[in-house]
């Protein structure tokens, strides 16, 4: 029998068993998108609410056509922050959605532990996705379905995960993910970007790319925010790139078959080139196809839940 | 009913389905997860010795098409289908182990239909329990067995421990040591 999936708050919470669960379920949706009819019926009668307070045009739109392609009734809201006061605000709206039924709220805000604020005040599942510098469970889980299916395997790889960790929800989920999954993880960037305690992690830290490239099975390389460019974290562009981005003559210190990722957007000739970004060990854009399979596979295990336990 | 007995059986349904459909040449068999997969396997052999030719075989999993997912809980764990083929030049049979209410055979219907048109769409069921709750009848049949509603049927199959095929019917609530009347 299958474990019930409540919310999908975190990758902290979980243990193997469920990040396996999540990833052979999303085998079965990989497929589904793969068909003539990329649609199945079973959250037929289901709402699945996208509430999301931070702009963000992947995610939504991959949690959307997650949504659609279970058949169930897809529900977009975007609220820029500027526009609310949070919590109080942020209440308010959970209780307004409440009142509509539904069964699955995906939750993207610039606060950390939103996600499990509102999942406190309703009776939907919640996802997180995205919050704040905290976490982003899909993201890390298809990322894991990217690797497994190029690699065969989690368990032994080592994996790179450079830019600006510090400031990267991405890198902890993936960092919890991958260590519990018994890989190896390496996080490289500036010493003003890397955070402090990468040991309580369980990954080591690197200021040096080449060096952290050597032998990786994976490079992932993190967009740097045009927000933090001119800050005190790093001098300039140029120096950045010159020191920790991604290029030919970096990438060949990794395994020859190493693969390259990216969450997007990418910034090109920033963190990572153009030639390398489009190149033959890229998986960029198996990760985003990667990316419904693995929603499809939340939603799913989700919405069976939802409505069955009352409001904790 | 026992090992030789199953195989009686199969070896019929081979001949009716080579028989209803001019041959084999466009007959697909599609095995609905997991109990129908290994009896699909059987059903090419078979008409592998009747017709000389090998029909493709697919897998379809129905979990995605039940109509009781709102209701299940924790949810079913879905396996991957495997329709390696256009199915839509084909008299597709769907093969299960068990036929009971029926609701399992729709669920392989809308499944197959998602993949394509075939030219029509046939049921070969080793064990017509019957309870039917939808209007659903096979084409094929090992055996018709008349069970209590809440007795169960388990089939056994190519078993992990070596153990001989089987079809069996076990009292209600006596489980594996249950009675066996079929």
């Keep these: ?312 | 009913m026992d090992a030789d007995e199953i195989t009686r059986a199969l070896r019929r349904m081979a001949g009716e389905i080579a028989e209803r459909n001019g041959g084999a040449a466009r007959v697909a068999l599609v095995g609905i997860r997991r109990g129908g997969v290994p009896l699909a396997y059987r059903l090419r052999v078979l008409l592998r010795e009747l017709e000389g030719r090998d029909v493709p075989v697919g897998t379809l999993d129905i979990n995605l098409y039940r109509d009781d997912t709102a209701t299940a809980n924790p949810s079913p764990v879905v396996g991957r289908s495997d329709l390696h083929f256009p199915i839509e030049d084909h008299d597709v049979v769907l093969v299960d182990d068990v036929l009971f209410t029926g609701r399992t055979i729709r669920a392989g219907i809308d499944a197959l239909l998602d993949y394509g048109r075939p030219s029509s769409v046939q049921l070969a069921v080793l064990v017509d329990r019957g309870h039917r709750e939808l209007p659903i009848q096979p084409d094929y049949v090992g055996r018709v067995v008349s069970t209590v509603r809440n007795e169960r049927v388990d089939v056994v199959l190519d078993a992990d421990d070596g153990s001989p095929d089987r079809a069996l019917v076990l009292e209600a609530a006596s489980g594996d040591s249950g009675e066996v009347r079929a």
């Design chain 1, 1 to 312: 029998m299958s474990h019930g999936f409540r919310h999908l708050l975190d990758i902290e919470s979980l243990d193997t068993r469920e990040i396996v669960q999540l990833l052979d379920t999303a085998e079965v949706f990989f497929d589904v998108s793969r068909r003539r009819i990329r649609k199945v019926p079973t959250l037929r009668g289901k709402t699945v609410i996208n509430l999301f307070y931070e702009a963000s045009t992947r995610t939504r739109t991959s949690f959307e056509l997650a949504g659609k392609r279970l058949s169930a009734d897809v529900v977009n809201i975007s609220v820029s922050t500027s526009s609310v006061t949070k919590g109080e605000t942020l209440l308010d709206t959970i209780k307004n959605l409440e009142a509509m039924h539904p069964d699955v709220i995906v939750v993207r805000h610039a606060s950390s532990g939103a996600p499990h604020y509102v999942s406190r005040h309703t009776r939907a599942g919640v996802v997180n996705a995205g919050d704040g510098t905290h976490e982003h469970p899909t993201q890390a889980l298809l990322d894991a379905f990217t690797m497994r299916r190029a690699k065969g395997r989690l368990a032994g790889l080592v994996v790179t995960i450079a830019g600006d960790i510090a400031h990267s929800r991405v890198a902890r989920s993936n960092a919890h993910l991958l260590t519990r999954m018994g890989a190896t993880v390496r996080f490289c960037g500036p010493r003003t970007m890397l955070p402090a305690g990468c040991e309580t992690l369980g990954v080591e830290a690197f200021d040096s790319l080449p060096r952290a490239v050597e032998g990786a099975d994976v490079v992932m390389m993190l967009r740097i925010q045009s927000e933090r460019l001119g800050e005190v974290l790093f001098p300039s562009t140029r120096e950045y790139s010159r020191q920790f981005g991604l290029n030919r003559r970096v990438l060949a210190m990794a395994k020859p078959d190493a693969i390259v990722m990216h969450p997007g957007p990418m910034n090109r000739g920033v963190e990572i080139d153009a030639e390398i970004a489009d190149g033959a060990q890229s998986a960029v854009l198996d990760q985003v196809e990667a990316g419904v399979a693995v929603r499809m596979a939340v939603l799913y295990l989700l919405a069976a839940e939802a409505g069955q336990s009352p409001l904790s």
